[in-house]
Structure formats: structure tokens, C-alpha cells
């Protein structure tokens, strides 16, 4: 049997647990944690969730964001740079996804508006709420038309980066999947490694299906 993949996990200090062991029931091998260097002889790259991106990073002024952390910020967007450029696999991750986004040129919302707030995030546990997919989608391919996510996010996609295609989106109509048309890259803004495994939960899909599609792209790697 072939050895399992290294892949390269960027999180906040002391927040690797939950994504390294859902990463290792996928068949990886997990390795980096706060703030790694670009490491290609990885397969590929996950970004965890954690706090708020700089609003600078998309050029905007402070409008309900978060105290951000600028080392981290300019760690992942170095690994981002450096994994996208490499044609390698990458998963992100609630944050994950706004980082990615934001590295191809997109913004966010800083806030989500009073009216769709209750239904995503500023909870003390998880919410959940449906998602409709996108027809002929990678998602839709492992999920279907419809499927429940948790949500743990006060921030949200709003123009989209180049070579990004939204293919999932709540009831608010907010995007919370983002596929790249060319690249395996995939974002999604709920938590699958804690829709899977031990977090295993009624309420929402699976998240496996996920973590497995992110571990056979990272097997082609060469």
C-alpha cells in the first residue's frame, strides 16, 4: 500500500486537532499548523477555520470585522500563492474559503446584515441550514440538489475571485461553496470535520465526502 499524502494544515495556534484527525480518516498524512512556510513536497494545502481576514487585504476600511492577525494572513496568502501556482490540491475551510477568495482578488461581506445574521454564526455552538447546489457542480456530485451544513461564520463571499465559481448557496442567497473552473480547489464555509467521524451529527450531511474527494486529488499528485 502506498504511504498516505502529506498535506500541509494552516490554522490558529492550537486548533490542529479536530482537522488533523478528520484528515487522517480521509487517508492523509497532516502536517504544518500556525503560520507553516510553503512546503511542495506536500500533495496539498488545507486552510482551517479562525478569525476574521484583514479588510485591507481586499481594500476596505474596517466595517464590523474582527481584530485580525496579520501574521497569519500573510502566511496563508503566501501558501496560496504558492499552492495555486503549483496546480496542487486545496481545501478551504470557513476562514479557509474568505482567505482563498480574497488571494484571487475577491471580497467579503464584513458583517452579514441583521436579517440573515441568526441563521450563520455569533452562537455559542453550531447552526444549521440547507444549502442548494449548483446542477453538473463538484458539490451537487457529492451532496445532490439540497444538504444541511453547520455554520459558525459572521463574514461571508461577497464578490467573487477570478477563476472562482460559486456553486452552493443558503437561503439568503449568500455563496458558500466556491469551485476554481480549472484547478482542484475547492472552499466551502461550514465545517465538514466536524459534520464527520467522532462529530458525526443528524442534523447535517456527511462531511467525508468532502475530505475524501480532497484525498484523491492530493493521491495524483506526483
Known sequence: MSPAPRVLLSC????????????????????GGYCPAPDLSCAGLV??????????????????????????????LALLRTF?????????????????????????IQNLPPQVLPFHGRSEHD????????????????YGPRFCVNSAHHQAVDRVGAGLVPTAWSEGGLPEVLEHRELPVLGVQFHPERMSGDFRRPDTADGAPILRWFAQQCRRVS
Open 47 to 76: 486552510l482551517c477555520g479562525g478569525g476574521d481576514p484583514d479588510s485591507a487585504l481586499f481594500g476596505q476600511e474596517n466595517r464590523g470585522s474582527d481584530p485580525p492577525d496579520p501574521v497569519r494572513d500573510a502566511a496563508e
Open 12 to 31: 490558529d495556534p492550537g486548533g490542529a486537532a479536530n482537522y488533523e484527525a478528520a484528515l487522517r480518516r480521509a487517508g492523509l498524512t497532516p502536517a
Open 84 to 108: 495555486l501556482a503549483a496546480r496542487r490540491p486545496i481545501l478551504g475551510i470557513c476562514r479557509g474559503v474568505q482567505m482563498l477568495n480574497i488571494s484571487l482578488g475577491g471580497t467579503l
Open 127 to 142: 447552526l444549521v441550514h440547507p444549502l442548494r447546489t449548483a446542477p453538473g457542480s463538484l458539490i451537487f456530485r457529492l
